[in-house]
């Protein structure tokens, strides 16, 4: 089980975006995420007439390495540390390490 999903609410912990905050766009592989306005470079692109693209310079989110990122705990307003705990009846939840919060039921 990841500690850090696709829809997850994180902060930037480290890097020129510290302390910016957004949502996980996807997951790029196991170890990098796309992160909803964090890690922003420019672009030049070219144009294609086949993909109906004009090209120029885009601004686009690169992906950041997970450990980059930390799991925002709402009830504290900051970033916190993960774990995974074993439920009743063997199902798996993530909770928050500072107060022992499931962040899924």
């Known amino acids: 089980m990841n500690k850090i999903k696709k829809g997850d609410d994180v902060i930037v912990i480290t890097g020129r975006d510290k302390g910016k905050r957004g949502t996980v766009l996807r997951l790029v592989d196991d170890s990098h995420v796309l992160v909803e306005g ?3 470079v ?3 692109e ?3 007439p086949m993909k109906n693209t ?3 310079i885009i601004d ?3 992906p950041l390495h ?3 990122v930390a799991l925002y705990n ?3 307003k900051k970033a916190d540390r993960v774990g995974i705990k074993v439920m009743e009846g063997g199902r798996r939840a993530r909770y928050f390490k500072s107060n022992g ?3 899924d039921v």
């Open 38 to 40: 964090a890690n922003k």
């Open 42 to 44: 420019k672009k030049h």
């Open 46 to 48: 070219r144009p294609n």
């Open 54 to 56: 004009t090209g120029g």
């Open 60 to 62: 686009k989110e690169m």
């Open 66 to 68: 997970i450990s980059n």
């Open 74 to 76: 709402p009830a504290t």
């Open 101 to 103: 919060e499931v962040v």
